[in-house]
Protein backbone atom coordinates (compact mmCIF):
# COMPACT_ATOMS: atom_id res chain seq x y z
CA UNK A 1 0.00 0.00 0.00
CA UNK A 2 1.08 3.38 -0.43
CA UNK A 3 2.91 5.78 2.21
CA UNK A 4 0.02 8.13 2.32
CA UNK A 5 -2.79 5.34 1.95
CA UNK A 6 -0.86 3.87 5.18
CA UNK A 7 -0.30 7.38 6.94
CA UNK A 8 -4.28 8.05 6.65
CA UNK A 9 -5.53 4.40 7.90
CA UNK A 10 -3.38 4.97 10.45
CA UNK A 11 -4.87 8.59 11.44
CA UNK A 12 -8.38 7.27 11.05
CA UNK A 13 -7.89 5.00 13.91
CA UNK A 14 -5.54 6.93 16.27
CA UNK A 15 -2.79 5.14 16.41
CA UNK A 16 0.68 5.20 14.42
CA UNK A 17 1.99 4.17 11.33
CA UNK A 18 5.89 2.23 12.55
CA UNK A 19 8.12 1.06 10.44
CA UNK A 20 9.61 -2.52 11.44
CA UNK A 21 12.33 -3.14 9.11
CA UNK A 22 13.65 -1.00 6.25
CA UNK A 23 15.73 -3.90 4.45
CA UNK A 24 13.29 -5.11 2.28
CA UNK A 25 12.18 -2.97 -0.90
CA UNK A 26 9.21 -1.91 0.01
CA UNK A 27 9.62 -0.98 3.91
CA UNK A 28 7.71 -3.52 6.65
CA UNK A 29 5.66 -1.42 8.41
CA UNK A 30 2.33 -2.10 10.98
CA UNK A 31 -0.30 0.41 12.32
CA UNK A 32 0.03 0.64 16.22
CA UNK A 33 0.84 2.29 19.36
CA UNK A 34 4.18 3.42 18.96
CA UNK A 35 4.65 3.40 22.81
CA UNK A 36 4.12 0.35 23.17
CA UNK A 37 5.93 -0.66 20.38
CA UNK A 38 9.05 0.74 21.61
CA UNK A 39 8.38 -0.75 25.32
CA UNK A 40 8.64 -4.14 23.63
CA UNK A 41 11.63 -3.79 22.19
CA UNK A 42 13.33 -2.60 24.96
CA UNK A 43 11.96 -5.43 27.07
CA UNK A 44 13.24 -7.69 24.22
CA UNK A 45 16.65 -6.22 24.04
CA UNK A 46 17.30 -6.83 27.99
CA UNK A 47 15.91 -9.92 27.58
CA UNK A 48 18.50 -10.89 25.08
CA UNK A 49 21.50 -8.87 27.18
CA UNK A 50 20.62 -11.04 30.48
CA UNK A 51 20.57 -14.11 28.60
CA UNK A 52 24.20 -13.46 27.25
CA UNK A 53 25.89 -14.00 30.65
CA UNK A 54 25.18 -17.26 31.30
CA UNK A 55 28.26 -18.49 29.13
CA UNK A 56 30.53 -16.55 31.85
CA UNK A 57 33.58 -18.83 33.29
CA UNK A 58 34.97 -17.48 36.83
CA UNK A 59 38.00 -18.90 38.34
CA UNK A 60 38.78 -20.29 41.65
CA UNK A 61 42.38 -20.92 42.59
CA UNK A 62 43.69 -23.25 45.08
CA UNK A 63 47.05 -23.58 46.76
CA UNK A 64 48.59 -27.14 47.47
CA UNK A 65 49.18 -26.26 51.20
CA UNK A 66 45.26 -24.68 51.58
CA UNK A 67 43.01 -25.51 54.55
CA UNK A 68 39.47 -26.50 55.29
CA UNK A 69 38.44 -23.29 56.57
CA UNK A 70 39.83 -21.81 53.22
CA UNK A 71 38.02 -24.90 51.27
CA UNK A 72 35.00 -24.05 52.57
CA UNK A 73 35.02 -20.14 52.16
CA UNK A 74 35.85 -20.65 48.27
CA UNK A 75 33.38 -23.07 48.13
CA UNK A 76 31.12 -20.67 49.51
CA UNK A 77 32.03 -18.39 46.46
CA UNK A 78 31.90 -20.76 44.18
CA UNK A 79 28.14 -21.83 45.23
CA UNK A 80 27.33 -17.67 44.41
CA UNK A 81 28.68 -17.66 41.12
CA UNK A 82 26.94 -21.17 40.29
CA UNK A 83 23.77 -19.74 41.20
CA UNK A 84 24.75 -16.72 38.84
CA UNK A 85 24.56 -19.10 36.26
CA UNK A 86 28.27 -19.00 35.96
CA UNK A 87 30.92 -21.74 35.20
CA UNK A 88 33.58 -22.38 37.64
CA UNK A 89 36.85 -23.24 36.74
CA UNK A 90 39.17 -24.65 40.01
CA UNK A 91 42.74 -24.26 39.14
CA UNK A 92 45.43 -25.82 41.60
CA UNK A 93 48.45 -23.97 40.74
CA UNK A 94 51.82 -26.90 41.48
CA UNK A 95 55.14 -25.14 42.23
CA UNK A 96 58.40 -26.51 42.46
CA UNK A 97 58.52 -30.19 44.28
CA UNK A 98 54.85 -30.39 44.65
CA UNK A 99 54.51 -31.36 40.93
CA UNK A 100 55.69 -34.45 42.51
CA UNK A 101 52.61 -34.93 44.38
CA UNK A 102 50.05 -34.31 42.01
CA UNK A 103 47.61 -37.36 43.55
CA UNK A 104 48.18 -35.07 46.61
CA UNK A 105 46.37 -32.47 45.10
CA UNK A 106 44.25 -34.20 43.04
CA UNK A 107 42.79 -35.45 46.23
CA UNK A 108 42.68 -31.09 47.33
CA UNK A 109 40.45 -30.61 44.31
CA UNK A 110 38.29 -33.86 45.19
CA UNK A 111 37.68 -32.40 48.62
CA UNK A 112 36.60 -29.51 47.34
CA UNK A 113 34.35 -30.39 45.16
CA UNK A 114 32.49 -33.01 48.26
CA UNK A 115 32.00 -29.74 49.96
CA UNK A 116 30.66 -27.90 47.04
CA UNK A 117 28.64 -30.98 46.08
CA UNK A 118 27.42 -30.75 49.61
CA UNK A 119 25.63 -27.82 49.36
CA UNK A 120 24.53 -27.49 46.00
CA UNK A 121 24.43 -30.44 42.97
CA UNK A 122 27.29 -29.99 40.34
CA UNK A 123 28.22 -31.47 36.89
CA UNK A 124 31.60 -31.36 35.51
CA UNK A 125 32.16 -29.76 32.04
CA UNK A 126 35.43 -30.97 31.59
CA UNK A 127 37.03 -33.85 34.00
CA UNK A 128 40.42 -33.23 35.91
CA UNK A 129 43.11 -31.89 33.57
CA UNK A 130 46.84 -32.35 34.00
CA UNK A 131 48.42 -29.31 32.39
CA UNK A 132 52.48 -28.18 32.87
CA UNK A 133 51.84 -26.60 36.53
CA UNK A 134 48.40 -27.23 37.33
CA UNK A 135 45.42 -29.03 37.68
CA UNK A 136 41.94 -27.91 36.10
CA UNK A 137 38.76 -28.72 36.08
CA UNK A 138 35.18 -26.83 34.76
CA UNK A 139 32.22 -27.31 36.68
CA UNK A 140 28.74 -25.94 36.42
CA UNK A 141 25.42 -26.53 38.66
CA UNK A 142 22.68 -29.16 37.29
Do not use: W
Not at 10 to 33: F, H, M, W, Y
Not at 70 to 95: F, N, P, Q
Not at 104 to 115: G, R, S, T, V
Amino acid sequence: MPLSQALKAAREKSLDLIQITEKVEPPICKIGNYGKYLYSVQKKEKKDKSVGKTGEIKGIRLGFNIGIHDLETRARKAEECLKDGSKIKVELILRGRERGLKNFAEQKIQQFLDILSSKMPIKTERELKKEARSLTIIISKK
